[in-house]
């Protein structure tokens, strides 16, 4: 026997089990997202018998058996990420008889506004998982940068690039213009927030893969009435109304990595340590 011992945790929308040897880390499992670390690669059956164990006694679904494969990264794979995965789980963790009741009488709470959100993610998503295995493209989702609980929705890689997409979910008119965007009557901060993640994806790639990696913000809505852009919109982010329209505009990038930058890239982009800084 191992004498592992697992502990459930849950905050910010997450729900972790922690598995320990004494006061030894071994590793934890994210129930949620299926995201883990393994720091004691040599523990994995053991490590594993004990998350699925948890998992029973907290009444949710276990990993599937067999265990998942012990990589060379004993640091998880960001390639196991479900589109959606964060927004949902901040949606289920703000869900509660309130909002239940809200949904009743028609109400939008902030909980049904993140299940929306999940929802438009999981659309997008599916396209660019179908669009990456017929191109040869990488796709990662829900990528979580930093410590406090910030993710980007969808990053893509390619021989265009790194394209990092903020997916957007309305039913209202959108108008757009070099320094702003209105949804409905609303004033929305979505371009800054893009160029905010661009930036950061930006440097924290070229950091972890010791040069510079070209990165471009889009934002892509799901469900618009109605799509104005005004001069050419912005010159840094590109804003689309549709995924048919993101795929058209993906395949007439141009060519800024080579298939071996690709692939270092996407090693890079994979490992959640690339994104904590």
Known sequence: ??????????????????????????????????????????????????????????????PALPAPPVTAEPDGDLTLNRAGAAAQARADELRNWRTRLAAMFGVR?????????????????????????????????????????????????????????????????VWVAENGMMVGATKVDYLRNSRHEAKRARALLTDACGRHVPVHAVVVFVGAKGFTVRNGGPKDVTVLPDVKALHRWLRRRGRVLTPEQVANVHAAAQRPKTWRT
């Not at 089990?17 to 949620?32: A, P």
């Not at 993140?114 to 999981?122: C, D, L, N, S, Y």
């Not at 609980?149 to 309305?170: Q, R």
């Open 1 to 62: 026997m191992d004498d592992l011992e697992a502990k459930a945790w849950r905050r910010y929308g997450h729900l972790r089990i922690y598995v320990s040897r004494g006061k030894q880390k071994v590793g934890w499992y994210d129930v949620r997202t299926g995201r883990h670390e393994l720091d004691l690669p040599e523990l994995a059956a053991p490590f594993w018998d004990a998350v699925r164990t948890e998992c029973r006694n907290l009444n949710e679904p276990p």
């Open 109 to 173: 709470t902030d909980s049904r506004n993140f299940a929306v959100g999940a929802k438009a993610e999981r659309t997008v998503g599916a396209k660019l998982d179908k669009w990456a295995r017929k191109h040869g493209w990488h796709v990662l989702h829900a990528v979580p940068v930093g410590r406090n609980g910030a993710d980007i929705d969808h990053v893509l890689i390619g021989p265009f690039g790194v394209i990092t997409v903020n997916t957007k979910s309305t039913r209202a008119k």
